[in-house]
């Protein structure tokens, strides 16, 4: 990621988050909780740096950020590289209503991270506003442990997914000419975001889900498969998501980036949807049974591929998520996404959802005009409206 970020020339795998605070509002009580919550985890107090030997670990700077005051307009709620001491931002903003605003880089926190730092800066807020202590709460992991098992599997992959990565990385195609060009001038930075409520289509599309015996995600994903094809002109590509992966209960209370990869490749766009839909089935399975191999494949990767554009920027990245909100039935403490266009990819889609809704939310780099980013959302949202109205 920081290598990214360098090459990007901005940090570009940023996470933002705006949370609605309880009024009054107290900024020093605000303040002080989150100080305790940075206290009890290492990476909220933590920015990358090269030690004597030119390696890059992560520092400990001894206390989280300062809580700034924010006018909450984009050009006050800055971008975080991993340099920063520490690698996130947290700001105020007091009208209309008191908001948190934080943005985490993603080397430092995953989506179940984000929860667990909110959750703890409330019980922290409102211990200091009650006057009481800060309540008991397990002690967290150490993320050092899930550090050293990714860089084990990294320097000794099983030959298995070795020979998984090295087959399907070597079959990907290159991207056409005409898509190279468009996205040579660099698709990450301040591209755009586009939005579609599709929460009229969602019980189908589970319903959908269960009749053809795969996963909601993998409808999901063929449908932006097919509309990538049509707004870029590209039949057969790698799209990247990323997997929460905690494998241990001892870390369910650590924050962190326990993120692992997984790479799908998206072809078959001139298929019938069902057979693509269970085909994009199979290999999101697959590449979920394979663990990545990074260390050992890094010097196989070609940026002219399929997978990346010329300057190695992946080309597809897509999410499906649950929605962060509270559980109280007050509205604060409500988690909401910032939009932040700085992106890494050409083009990445999230889709948002809870037992009721699902938010599309695309962002695209700078190499994607805003024309054709709409023409993709406007295309899966017809996909998924086709797809679901077929499973009644």
């Known amino acids: 990621m920081w290598v990214a970020d360098q090459l990007a020339g901005i940090p570009v795998h940023n996470t933002g988050i705006s949370v609605r605070l309880p009024e009054p509002f107290d900024h020093a009580h605000l303040s002080d909780a989150i100080d305790l919550v940075s206290a009890r985890h290492r990476m909220l107090r933590s920015y990358c740096a090269f030690d004597d030997e030119f390696e890059l670990v992560l520092r400990d700077t001894g206390r989280g950020p300062v809580l700034e005051r924010s006018s909450g307009l984009p050009a006050d709620v800055p971008s975080v590289e991993l340099s920063r001491r520490p690698a996130w931002w947290v700001g105020v903003v007091a009208e209309p209503h008191p908001r948190l605003l934080a943005v985490f880089h993603h080397a ?52 298995d997914s070795l020979a998984y990565w090295r087959r399907v990385l070597a079959s990907v195609p290159q991207l056409p000419s005409g898509v190279s060009d468009m996205l040579r001038s660099n698709p990450a930075g301040a591209g755009g975001v586009v939005r579609r409520d599709l929460s009229h289509t969602w019980s189908r599309l589970r319903r959908l889900a269960m009749q053809r015996r795969v996963t909601p995600f993998a409808i999901l994903l063929t449908a932006s498969a097919r509309a990538v094809h049509e707004g870029l002109g590209v039949a057969d590509f790698l799209a990247v998501m990323p997997v929460v992966s905690r494998e241990t209960e001892s870390v369910d209370r650590t924050v962190g980036c326990f993120t692992d990869l997984a790479v799908v490749r998206l072809g078959g766009a001139d298929l019938p949807v069902e057979q693509q839909i269970e085909e994009t089935f199979t290999s999101l399975a697959d590449s979920l049974h394979h663990h990545i191999p990074y260390q050992a494949l ?95």
């Open 108 to 159: 430092l926190v995953d989506p179940w991270s984000l929860r667990l730092v909110i959750e703890e800066i409330r019980l922290a807020h409102q211990s200091r506003a009650e006057g009481a202590p800060f309540p008991e709460l397990p002690a967290p992991g150490d993320y050092r442990e899930h550090a050293e098992l990714m860089r084990a599997r990294s320097a000794d992959p099983d030959p």
């Open 298 to 392: 890094l010097d196989r990767c070609d940026p002219t591929r399929g997978s990346g554009t010329p300057n190695g920027h992946d080309l597809v990245a897509v999410t499906l998520y649950p929605s962060q909100g509270s559980p109280s039935v007050s509205p604060c403490w409500e988690v909401e996404p910032l939009d932040l266009p700085a992106v890494s990819h050409a083009v990445e889609l999230g889709f948002q959802h809870d037992s009721e809704s699902l938010t599309m939310v695309l962002h695209h780099g700078r190499g994607v005009t805003a024309t054709v980013a709409h023409a993709i959302a406007d295309a899966i949202t017809r996909l998924l409206e086709d797809l679901g109205a077929s499973a009644d």
